[in-house]
């Protein structure tokens, strides 16, 4: 132990650590859970305790592990604790479950009633699924990915898998069955999934008490972090590894740190409920909250414990802070998406940045589209974490390849890309038919290749079939057309929607699906700018990404984008929230139920505490939807901050030079111009955006604030969307597109909403 430093450890420990966690760190025995809220320096608490008792109370490292969930936290873990107590000093096991289960289940293999020889990587496994799926003819009603989704779900919520598939049957009635083949092959093969390490880890602790009673005499002292994340089996493995038969704590120490406020991540099997009720299980639990937080200025903590106390299912604590300051937080209330990706856009050119690029985060991923269109107007280099940027996902590319093919049929690569996507049963054999017939035919299109196949009697019936059915779909498609009605036959004609739909599970389908939603959003928004052709339109987004691979070269990322799910871990100094709407954040799936609404706030939560200076949290009125704008809710999270923590200004008709004066003011920075100057402090801080109704009304004599795309309201026909504005013998007309249909009225008779 000579490599042991334990007086720079013991200074670190009585300078660097607040008295909470000096009490996590220094209780030596016992069982602990850690209630460690955001930016309270948990990774800094569970590596400290884990050097003090191989350093201060002699702790042999054999008899300690430490479980996380990534590789990357795991070696963030080693290097920490090896600043602490030497480079050359043995350390414990600290890794993933399920690095540490099959470490167990290979060092006693010979316990295992079936061999078990290796691991299936997701590539095997879909291999084996896919088998079992063409064998059942089951490929009309699910994919290998989507049943191994199921699957895995269904392990990671029961301990016993087989005593819980009845309950899923009835939705799916053919689960059991392939759930059933697929463990077969797998036994056949002498393998295991990656659940498997853990179910059988799980059940050897069981039904083995020889195994558990070796284990539990070698291991001691037990330490998980992140626990808010764990499902049902890695609990259940935590209560055989920790306790007797007779459920009594075995260990001397087990400690336990994370932040129920930060469980967002139900969708992968991860229950709030192992933390919430660990005392259940653990009775002698003390509970030791870290409450200060070393990330963030105290109004923005203000605003997260105003929205997370709300809710119910949850440890009750207070983050707070030294670093002090006022006004951090603003809501802006934007028109629409587009003026949104605008105001947003002038933030970023506003903000001293000094090289901290600025996070904007949304709830999902279509809403990066408009963002992204913003910044590159405005050559603001941008970066998307965990994500791909609008124009680069596989379905948009999919649906821009049919068009490109419809306005060049001689798009090689697009067709390609199209010919059997969704799947018609042409693959690659064909393929290579097809592009033989091209080489032999250099100056056919991809129609006239086709119809050479198809007369040529060459092809079995059924891929003659499918290649008639996908060269009538470009009959009826012109490089003239509107892309929104192109695009539209497209989905009808090749049900692209329900390809996505089977060949994804229903998280990333669904998000796949609005994706393709927010294309045609997209689409009819440029057609009513005058972009009216497939051709046109095709130009539009290739010059858009010819201008974003250009500036993103050479220039620094001024901003990173992403979902508030990828910003766990993250932080920065300023954040921008996007979105705060009803059905959106909170998302729809969650109006109605209680614990998807919780798990909501968590999210926004997770995004508040992201920001260290500055929070920019952005609400629309409306959303383009279907050609139309449809008016939008605000979010009830918004109505959770206390009224005196953030200012609520109306955006709705702000100019580029409104929103870069009103930020300037906010971050106290002078503009270079003085001229047209508007004051913030009076009618446009409204503590609700519903009451900034103030905007200048058109009928007014003597404005001209009418605008393409405004909103406006008739007496007769409603609600409705200016296309069109024309100024004749002193009266000025509007064309209006009303959802009975569009009309040309006097603008005396409408009013701006």
């Given at each position: 132990?000579?490599?042991?430093?334990?007086?720079?450890?013991?200074?670190?420990?009585?300078?660097?650590?607040?008295?909470?966690?000096?009490?996590?760190?220094?209780?030596?025995?016992?069982?602990?859970?850690?209630?460690?809220?955001?930016?309270?320096?948990?990774?800094?608490?569970?590596?400290?305790?884990?050097?003090?008792?191989?350093?201060?109370?002699?702790?042999?490292?054999?008899?300690?592990?430490?479980?996380?969930?990534?590789?990357?936290?795991?070696?963030?873990?080693?290097?920490?604790?090896?600043?602490?107590?030497?480079?050359?000093?043995?350390?414990?096991?600290?890794?993933?479950?399920?690095?540490?289960?099959?470490?167990?289940?290979?060092?006693?293999?010979?316990?295992?009633?079936?061999?078990?020889?290796?691991?299936?990587?997701?590539?095997?496994?879909?291999?084996?699924?896919?088998?079992?799926?063409?064998?059942?003819?089951?490929?009309?009603?699910?994919?290998?990915?989507?049943?191994?989704?199921?699957?895995?779900?269904?392990?990671?919520?029961?301990?016993?898998?087989?005593?819980?598939?009845?309950?899923?049957?009835?939705?799916?009635?053919?689960?059991?069955?392939?759930?059933?083949?697929?463990?077969?092959?797998?036994?056949?093969?002498?393998?295991?999934?990656?659940?498997?390490?853990?179910?059988?880890?799980?059940?050897?602790?069981?039904?083995?008490?020889?195994?558990?009673?070796?284990?539990?005499?070698?291991?001691?002292?037990?330490?998980?972090?992140?626990?808010?994340?764990?499902?049902?089996?890695?609990?259940?493995?935590?209560?055989?590894?920790?306790?007797?038969?007779?459920?009594?704590?075995?260990?001397?120490?087990?400690?336990?740190?994370?932040?129920?406020?930060?469980?967002?991540?139900?969708?992968?099997?991860?229950?709030?409920?192992?933390?919430?009720?660990?005392?259940?299980?653990?009775?002698?639990?003390?509970?030791?909250?870290?409450?200060?937080?070393?990330?963030?200025?105290?109004?923005?903590?203000?605003?997260?414990?105003?929205?997370?106390?709300?809710?119910?299912?949850?440890?009750?604590?207070?983050?707070?802070?030294?670093?002090?300051?006022?006004?951090?937080?603003?809501?802006?209330?934007?028109?629409?998406?587009?003026?949104?990706?605008?105001?947003?856009?002038?933030?970023?050119?506003?903000?001293?940045?000094?090289?901290?690029?600025?996070?904007?985060?949304?709830?999902?991923?279509?809403?990066?589209?408009?963002?992204?269109?913003?910044?590159?107007?405005?050559?603001?280099?941008?970066?998307?974490?965990?994500g791909i940027m609008f124009y680069e996902r596989k379905e948009i590319k999919d649906l821009l390849a049919y068009l490109r093919?419809?306005?060049?049929?001689?798009?090689?690569?697009?067709?390609?890309?199209?010919?059997?996507?969704?799947?018609?049963?042409?693959?690659?054999?064909?393929?290579?038919?097809?592009?033989?017939?091209?080489?032999?035919?250099?100056?056919?299109?991809?129609?006239?290749?086709?119809?050479?196949?198809?007369?040529?009697?060459?092809?079995?019936?059924?891929?003659?079939?499918?290649?008639?059915?996908?060269?009538?779909?470009?009959?009826?498609?012109?490089?003239?057309d509107r892309p929104s009605a192109a695009l539209e036959r497209i989905l009808s004609m090749t049900a692209y929607m329900t390809?996505?739909?089977?060949?994804?599970?229903?998280?990333?389908?669904?998000?796949?699906?609005?994706?393709?939603?927010?294309?045609?959003?997209?689409?009819?928004?440029?057609?009513?700018?005058?972009?009216?052709?497939?051709?046109?339109?095709?130009?539009?987004?290739?010059?858009?990404?010819?201008?974003?691979?250009?500036?993103?070269?050479?220039?620094?990322?001024?901003?990173?984008?992403?979902?508030?799910?990828?910003?766990?871990?993250?932080?920065?100094?300023?954040?921008?929230?996007?979105?705060?709407?009803?059905?959106?954040?909170?998302s729809s799936r969650s109006l109605h139920d209680t614990e998807n609404l919780e798990e909501e706030r968590r999210l926004l939560?997770?995004?508040?505490?992201?920001?260290?200076?500055?929070?920019?949290?952005?609400?629309?009125?409306?959303?383009?939807?279907?050609?139309?704008?449809?008016?939008?809710?605000?979010?009830?999270?918004?109505?959770?901050?206390?009224?005196?923590?953030?200012?609520?200004?109306?955006?709705?008709?702000?100019?580029?030079?409104?929103?870069?004066?009103?930020?300037?003011?906010?971050?106290?920075?002078?503009?270079?111009?003085?001229?047209?100057?508007?004051?913030?402090?009076?009618?446009?801080?409204?503590?609700?955006?519903?009451?900034?109704?103030?905007?200048?009304?058109?009928?007014?004599?003597?404005?001209?604030?009418?605008?393409?795309?405004?909103?406006?309201?008739?007496?007769?026909?409603?609600?409705?969307?200016?296309?069109?504005?024309?100024?004749?013998?002193?009266?000025?007309?509007?064309?209006?597109?009303?959802?009975?249909?569009?009309?040309?009225?006097?603008?005396?008779?409408?009013?701006?909403?």
């Open positions: 132990m000579s490599s042991i430093l334990p007086s720079s450890l013991a200074d670190f420990i009585q300078q660097e650590l607040n008295p909470t966690q000096q009490q996590a760190v220094l209780t030596k025995n016992g069982i602990l859970l850690v209630v460690a809220g955001a930016g309270s320096g948990k990774t800094r608490v569970i590596t400290t305790r884990i050097a003090h008792l191989i350093a201060h109370e002699h702790v042999a490292p054999k008899s300690m592990l430490a479980l996380t969930f990534t590789n990357k936290a795991a070696q963030e873990m080693r290097e920490r604790i090896k600043f602490f107590i030497g480079h050359h000093t043995e350390l414990p096991f600290i890794g993933t479950f399920h690095a540490y289960c099959l470490r167990l289940l290979k060092q006693n293999a010979h316990l295992l009633p079936t061999p078990f020889l290796s691991i299936l990587d997701e590539d095997d496994q879909h291999k084996l699924l896919n088998a079992i799926i063409h064998r059942n003819n089951l490929s009309k009603r699910t994919t290998a990915k989507k049943l191994s989704y199921q699957i895995s779900q269904l392990k990671n919520n029961a301990v016993d898998p087989e005593e819980h598939l009845h309950a899923l049957t009835w939705s799916s009635p053919f689960i059991k069955d392939a759930y059933h083949a697929y463990e077969r092959e797998k036994q056949a093969s002498h393998c295991l999934d990656f659940d498997d390490l853990l179910l059988h880890t799980v059940k050897l602790l069981k039904t083995n008490n020889t195994f558990k009673q070796q284990l539990q005499t070698n291991i001691r002292h037990i330490l998980v972090d992140e626990y808010q994340d764990t499902n049902v089996v890695q609990h259940a493995l935590l209560k055989e590894l920790a306790r007797d038969q007779n459920s009594s704590v075995i260990v001397d120490s087990l400690c336990v740190v994370g932040d129920e406020d930060q469980s967002i991540y139900s969708w992968r099997g991860a229950t709030v409920a192992n933390i919430v009720d660990f005392k259940e299980d653990f009775p002698q639990t003390i509970t030791i909250k870290i409450e200060q937080n070393y990330r963030s200025v105290q109004p923005i903590l203000h605003c997260a414990n105003g929205i997370i106390q709300h809710n119910t299912n949850r440890n009750p604590k207070n983050l707070w802070s030294e670093r002090i300051g006022n006004d951090r937080i603003r809501v802006i209330s934007c028109l629409s998406e587009y003026q949104e990706g605008e105001m947003i856009a002038q933030f970023l050119k506003t903000t001293p940045q000094k090289n901290h690029p600025i996070a904007i985060l949304y709830r999902a991923h279509h809403q990066s589209r408009a963002i992204e269109e913003a910044l590159i107007k405005h050559s603001i280099p941008y970066t998307i974490i965990g093919l419809a306005a060049n049929p001689f798009d090689r690569a697009s067709f390609s890309r199209i010919i059997n996507c969704p799947q018609r049963g042409l693959g690659e054999k064909f393929e290579e038919m097809f592009y033989e017939q091209w080489r032999t035919e250099p100056l056919y299109d991809f129609k006239q290749v086709a119809h050479a196949l198809i007369t040529q009697d060459h092809l079995p019936r059924t891929k003659k079939a499918a290649l008639i059915t996908f060269t009538t779909l470009f009959e009826t498609i012109s490089p003239t390809y996505l739909k089977n060949a994804h599970e229903s998280q990333e389908a669904e998000t796949r699906m609005d994706n393709v939603k927010e294309l045609l959003h997209a689409v009819r928004y440029l057609e009513e700018q005058g972009i009216t052709t497939i051709t046109h339109f095709l130009d539009e987004v290739s010059l858009m990404q010819e201008k974003l691979s250009t500036q993103t070269t050479d220039q620094k990322v001024s901003a990173v984008l992403m979902t508030l799910h990828a910003a766990k871990g993250l932080e920065f100094d300023n954040v921008v929230i996007a979105g705060l709407e009803e059905a959106l954040l909170p939560y997770v995004g508040v505490t992201r920001a260290k200076e500055r929070l920019l949290l952005s609400t629309c009125r409306y959303r383009y939807t279907y050609g139309q704008m449809s008016a939008q809710s605000t979010s009830r999270f918004l109505d959770e901050i206390p009224t005196q923590l953030a200012q609520h200004h109306d955006a709705s008709s702000w100019s580029a030079i409104d929103a870069q004066r009103y930020y300037t003011q906010w971050l106290g920075i002078q503009l270079a111009s003085t001229t047209n100057v508007l004051t913030f402090s009076g009618a446009y801080q409204k503590q609700s955006v519903e009451h900034a109704k103030t905007i200048p009304n058109p009928t007014t004599k003597g404005t001209t604030t009418w605008k393409r795309n405004q909103p406006v309201i008739h007496a007769t026909f409603g609600t409705g969307i200016i296309q069109s504005i024309e100024p004749k013998d002193g009266t000025t007309y509007l064309t209006i597109a009303f959802k009975g249909g569009s009309k040309k009225i006097d603008a005396k008779f409408v009013k701006i909403l």
